[in-house]
C-alpha cells in the first residue's frame, strides 16, 4: 500500500511535465499578445513595444519555457504579468477560498445525494423514488448560472435570508489567518462571523453542489440496487437485521466503491469548474483567478494555476484510490 | 430506526433556518413576495421589490461607522498609478492620491488640489506651481516640491532609481500625454526645478497647450518618496498618497479597503469612515446586491435596466457626462473605402439614432464628430450626415457603384462603455447598409488580433471607440486622425496635412480660445473627408440606494468619495 502511494506521486511528475508542456503550448497557441490586451483600444504601437519588452514576451518560446520550468522547479510559479506580484503567494487565497466552498458544496452534495439515493434504492418504484429521481434528472440538467441567479433572486432581494455574494460582510471584514473563512473565524473565537461567513456559503454551496449532488443520487441507487439484490444481503436479513441496519451497515459499505468514485471525480471538476459559480456569487475563487488571467493573457498565471488545478485533481484522485483499499479490503494494488 | 434517519433531516433543516433566522431585519421583510405577481412588465422582474429593505441594511456597520460599499465588475490591475491605464486602478488611486490640480465634480475643468496656485509663462515653455503647505502623506512624512520631482522623474527617465523598468514597469500613460520618455525628441518636460520647499518649476522644451489638464489627471498624482523607498517595486500593492483615504488592504479579484485619513488637508473631510470597493462580476448579480442593501453604490447598470432603477423606491440612477466616442471608421487608403462619395454614402445611410435607441435605451447622443459635446472646441456647426437611404443610394450611384458591392465589417468582441452590444451595432449596420445595396460582411476578430490587426490596416470597415482621460480635444481628434498616428491609434490611416497642421498648432498653442478655434476648423475638414461615422456620445449609468449623499459620477469614471456620505435613518 505504501509502496503504491509512493509510486503513484512518483507517476505524478510526468503527469505535470506534460501539463507544463500543454499549458505553455495552448497558452501561446490562444491569438493576441498580452501587451495590446492589457493596454487596450487607445495604446500606441510603441507603448505596446515597451511593455512586451519589459514583460519579456520577445524571447523566443522554447527560452521563455525553458526559464518557466527553471523557476517551476525551485517552487516559484512566477510572476503575474498584470498584478506584477509572486503566483506562488498570491495563490494561495484562490485555493482556500476555492476548497471551502467546493467542500461545503460536496456536503451538501454527498449528504443529500448519498441519502436520497438510497431511500430511492429501499422504496424502489415508490413515489419518493420517482419524484427523487425527477429531481436528480432537472439538477442535472439546470444550468448553474440560472440556478444561482434564481437563489439570489428568491433568497437574496425578496426573502432576505442569504447574502447575494461574496464570502464574508465586506462592511466589517475578516482578519485572515489561513483564508478558510469558517476556519478563521473559529480561530478568532468569533462565532457570529462564523454564522455570518456560513450564511455566505449557503447559496452559492446549493448551485456548486447542485449537479454533483444528482450525480450522485443516480449512481447510489443503481448501485445500491444491484448490492440489495446480492445473496449477502438474503442472508443478513435471514439473521434478522432491521432493515436499516441492513441498508446503512451492510449494503451501504458495498454500494460505496462506485460512489466514491464519483464523489472524486466530481470534487476534481469543482475544484477547477466552479467559474461559473464564483462568478456570479463574487467568490474570489481559483477558476475566476485563471479566467480573468485569460482575459489579460497573462501567461504565468494561466499556466501556474492549470498546473495547480492539475496537481490538486490528480491528488484527489489518489485519495480515492487509498480510500478503495479502506473500504473494502479485498482490493489489492 | 426510521425516527433516527428523520431526526437527522430535521436538524440539517433547523441548521439551515437557524442561519436564515440569524439574519434580524431582513428576514421579517413580509410584504416582499406579496407584489411579486406581474413579472409581465416590460421593466426588469425585480423592480417591484421594496426598497426599505435595501435601506435597513446599508448604513449600518459595525459601530455606527459610516462604510461605503462600491460595488464594480473587475479588479484594479495596480494600485501605482502612473503604471496603468485600467479604468478600475484609477477609480481607487482618486481616494488615496491626490495631484497637482484636479478636476470639477462633473466635467473637466481645472481647479486647485496639492498646488494652491500656478503661472504659465507668456511661451508656454515654464509652469511654476506653488504647493499647499503642511500637508503630510499617509506615511507621516512631509508633502513638498522634492516629491513632486522625484515622481516626475520616475516616470520620464527609466533608468531612474524608482522606475521598477525591471520589475516590468511601464508608464505608458506618460509617454502618451508628454510626449515620450526622457531622451525622446518630443518629451516636452525638460526639467523640474525645486524652486523653494513649496514651488516647483517645469521647464519645457516645446509649448504643450494642454499640460494643465494633464497635471489634473488621476493617473499623475504624488506617491510619498519615503513609501517608494520603503516598499520598491511592491509600491503597486502599498500606495502611499495624500488623498482623503489610506490604503488599508487589497484581496484580490475580491475587494479593496480604504480608511478615512485623519490628518487630510482638508478640515471635516472625508465624511466617510471607510470605503470598500467589491468585485461583483455579473452585472445582474451587482443589481441585486444593490436591491437588497449588501451595497450601497453599484457601477455598470445595463441601459436596459435603468428605467426600472430610476422608477424605484429607494434606489437612484445617476448617468456620467459624455466622455466618449463609439465609431465606425473606414480604411481610407485602401479599395474600396479609399473613394470619398461611396464613404458620403454609408455615412448617409446609418441610422444613428435607431442605434441609440436600440442600445443605449437612450442614455447616448447621436454623434456629429469625434469629440464629447461637453469639450472645449466642440464644433456644433459641422453638416451632419443625416439618416437618408434615398440620398445614400444617389451617392453611392455617383461613387460608382449603382450595382452595389460587398465589404467587410470588422465587429469588436467585446463591450465597451461606448459600444455596450457590438454585435447587435453591427446588425444594425447591416441592415442599413443592406437597404441601399450594401451587403456587408461581418467579421469577428479575438479582441487583441482585432486591435493589432486593424492597427496594420487589413480591415476596410470597423467599430472602435475612444474614451477621454484628460478632458482635452487633443486626446480624441490627435489620437485618432493625426497623420502621425496612422498604423497607431489612427486606424483609418487617415492623413490631411491641412488638419495635422491645426491639430500641431493647437498642441502648441497655450491660448485657450485659440486652440478651441483650431479644433474646430480641424474638425469641419474631417467631416468633409468622412473618415469616420461618429455613432453616439454614450452616457454611462449607475446605481446608488438613496442614502448614499453628494455622490457626483465624473465623466472620466473616477471621482472623489471624499465628501460622500450615507443618510442614517
Known amino acids: 500500500m505504501f509502496s503504491y502511494i509512493i509510486r503513484r506521486l512518483l507517476m505524478l511528475i510526468p503527469v ?3 501539463m507544463t508542456l500543454i499549458t505553455f503550448s495552448i497558452v501561446h497557441l490562444i491569438p493576441g499578445n498580452p501587451a495590446q490586451v492589457i493596454l487596450g483600444e487607445t495604446a500606441t504601437q510603441t507603448a505596446i513595444e515597451d511593455l512586451e519588452e519589459s514583460m519579456g514576451l520577445n524571447e523566443p518560446y522554447v527560452v521563455q ?53 438510497i431511500i430511492s434504492a429501499w422504496k424502489q418504484n415508490s413515489w419518493f423514488d420517482f419524484l427523487a429521481m425527477l429531481f436528480a434528472l432537472i439538477g442535472v440538467s439546470m444550468p448553474v448560472f440560472w440556478l444561482a441567479l434564481m437563489e439570489q433572486w428568491i433568497f437574496a432581494q425578496e426573502l432576505g435570508w442569504f447574502p447575494a455574494y461574496g464570502r464574508e460582510d465586506s462592511r466589517d471584514p ?25 450564511k455566505h456559503l449557503v447559496l452559492p454551496s446549493i448551485a456548486l453542489g447542485t ?93 501556474s494555476g492549470i498546473l495547480v488545478i492539475a496537481f490538486i485533481f490528480v491528488l484527489i484522485n489518489l485519495v480515492v484510490d487509498v480510500l478503495y483499499k479502506i473500504i473494502d479490503p479485498r482490493i489489492n494494488y | 430506526m426510521k425516527l433516527k434517519y428523520s431526526l437527522l433531516v430535521a436538524l440539517m433543516l433547523a441548521f439551515v433556518l437557524v442561519l436564515a433566522a440569524c439574519t434580524g431585519d431582513g428576514g421579517q421583510n413580509g410584504d416582499a413576495p406579496e407584489d411579486g405577481e406581474d413579472p409581465g412588465t416590460e421593466e426588469d422582474t425585480g423592480a417591484d421589490d421594496d426598497a426599505g429593505d435595501a435601506e435597513d441594511a ?3 456597520a459595525a459601530d455606527g461607522e459610516q462604510v461605503l460599499i462600491f460595488a464594480r465588475g473587475g479588479d484594479s ?18 481616494q488615496v492620491y491626490e495631484s497637482l490640480l ?105 509649448p504643450l497647450g494642454f499640460f494643465l489638464q494633464n497635471m489634473a489627471m488621476t493617473y499623475f498624482p504624488i506617491t510619498s518618496p519615503a513609501a517608494l523607498e520603503e516598499h520598491g517595486p511592491a509600491i503597486n500593492e502599498n500606495p502611499v498618497g495624500t488623498g482623503p483615504f489610506k490604503f ?65 423606491e429607494g434606489l437612484e440612477l445617476h448617468e456620467r457626462a459624455e466622455n466618449n466616442i463609439g465609431y465606425v471608421g473606414f480604411n481610407v487608403q485602401k479599395e474600396p473605402f479609399d473613394n470619398k462619395e461611396l464613404r458620403y454614402a454609408v455615412s448617409h445611410a446609418i441610422d444613428k439614432q435607431a442605434i441609440a435607441d436600440a442600445l443605449y435605451a437612450g442614455y447616448a447622443t447621436p454623434a456629429n464628430v469625434p469629440l464629447p459635446p461637453s469639450y472645449m472646441g466642440y464644433n456644433d456647426e459641422v453638416e451632419s450626415f443625416e439618416y437618408d437611404p434615398e440620398k445614400a443610394k444617389e451617392l453611392l450611384a455617383e461613387a460608382g457603384y449603382e450595382d452595389g458591392l460587398e465589404i467587410d465589417l470588422w465587429t469588436m468582441p467585446v463591450a465597451r462603455p461606448y459600444m455596450p452590444d457590438p454585435e447587435t451595432v453591427a446588425q444594425i449596420i447591416q441592415n442599413n447598409l443592406a437597404e441601399i445595396g450594401i451587403t456587408a460582411n461581418i467579421v469577428r476578430e479575438e479582441w487583441a488580433p482585432y486591435l493589432e490587426k486593424t492597427m496594420n490596416g487589413e480591415h476596410q470597415m470597423y467599430m472602435l471607440g475612444w474614451s477621454g482621460t484628460n478632458g482635452d480635444p487633443d486626446y480624441f481628434l490627435s489620437s485618432l486622425l493625426h497623420g502621425d498616428n496612422v498604423g497607431s491609434s489612427n486606424r483609418e490611416f487617415y492623413a490631411n496635412d491641412e488638419v495635422d497642421e491645426l491639430l500641431n498648432q493647437a498642441k502648441l498653442s497655450v491660448d485657450q480660445d485659440e486652440r478651441a478655434s483650431f479644433y474646430q476648423q480641424a474638425q469641419e475638414l474631417i467631416a468633409d473627408d468622412a473618415p469616420m461615422v461618429p455613432l453616439v456620445h454614450s452616457r454611462p449609468v449607475l446605481a446608488t440606494t438613496s442614502a448614499v449623499q453628494n455622490y457626483v459620477p465624473h465623466p472620466s469614471t473616477s471621482e472623489s468619495l471624499a465628501e460622500v456620505e450615507l443618510a442614517n435613518e
Open chain 2, 248 to 312: 488599508v488592504s487589497w484581496s484580490k479579484d475580491d475587494s479593496i479597503v480604504l480608511e478615512k485619513f485623519e490628518d487630510y488637508r482638508i478640515d471635516g473631510l472625508p465624511k466617510l469612515d471607510r470605503v470598500v470597493f467589491e468585485v461583483i462580476p455579473d452585472n445582474a448579480a451587482r443589481l441585486i446586491a444593490l436591491r437588497s442593501g449588501e451595497i450601497d453604490i453599484m457601477d455598470g447598470l445595463n441601459p436596459d435596466d435603468a428605467a426600472g432603477v430610476e422608477s424605484e
Open chain 2, 58 to 60: 446599508s448604513a449600518e
Open chain 1, 16 to 18: 505535470l511535465v506534460g
Open chain 2, 102 to 206: 484636479e478636476f470639477d465634480k462633473d466635467s473637466f475643468e481645472i481647479l486647485p488640489s496639492l498646488a494652491h496656485d500656478w503661472e504659465v509663462a507668456d511661451d508656454g515653455l515654464s509652469y511654476t506651481f506653488y504647493l499647499e503647505e503642511g500637508v503630510t502623506f499617509h506615511d507621516g512624512t512631509d508633502f513638498n516640491a522634492e516629491a513632486v520631482k522625484i515622481n516626475f522623474e520616475r516616470w520620464a527617465d527609466p533608468e531612474h532609481e524608482f522606475a521598477f523598468t525591471d520589475d516590468g514597469y511601464v508608464y505608458s500613460m506618460y509617454g502618451t500625454m508628454f510626449g515620450g520618455f526622457k531622451g525622446d525628441d518630443n518629451h516636452v518636460v525638460e526639467e523640474i526645478n525645486v524652486v523653494d520647499d513649496y514651488t516647483v518649476e517645469f521647464k519645457l522644451s516645446q
Open chain 1, 174 to 198: 475578516i482578519a485572515p489567518i489561513t483564508y478558510f473563512y469558517v476556519l478563521d473565524s473559529l480561530i478568532h473565537l468569533d462565532f457570529a462571523r462564523t454564522v455570518t461567513v456560513l
Open chain 2, 77 to 94: 490591475e495596480s494600485l501605482d498609478p502612473a503604471s496603468t491605464t485600467d479604468g478600475e486602478s484609477s477609480r481607487i488611486t482618486r
Open chain 1, 65 to 117: 519555457y525553458g526559464l518557466y520550468v527553471k523557476d517551476l522547479l525551485q517552487g516559484d510559479l512566477g510572476t503575474s504579468l498584470r498584478s506584477k506580484a509572486d503566483i506562488s503567494t498570491e495563490i494561495w487565497p484562490y485555493i482556500a477560498a476555492t476548497f471551502e466552498l467546493t467542500f461545503f458544496a460536496m456536503i451538501f452534495a454527498i449528504f443529500i445525494g448519498v441519502n436520497a439515493g
Open chain 1, 211 to 303: 449537479i454533483p449532488m444528482a450525480i450522485i443520487a443516480r449512481m447510489t441507487r443503481s448501485s445500491m440496487l444491484e448490492v440489495m439484490k446480492s445473496d449477502y444481503i438474503r442472508t443478513v436479513r435471514a439473521k434478522g437485521s432491521g432493515q436499516f441496519l441492513v441498508i446503512y451497515k451492510h449494503a451501504l459499505k458495498n454500494a460505496t466503491i462506485p460512489v466514491l468514485t464519483v464523489i472524486g471525480l466530481q470534487t476534481g471538476v469543482l475544484l477547477g469548474g466552479a467559474i461559473l459559480t464564483e462568478t456570479i456569487f463574487s467568490w474570489p475563487g481559483i477558476g475566476r483567478y485563471v479566467f480573468e488571467a485569460i482575459n489579460y493573457r497573462d501567461y504565468p498565471v494561466i499556466q
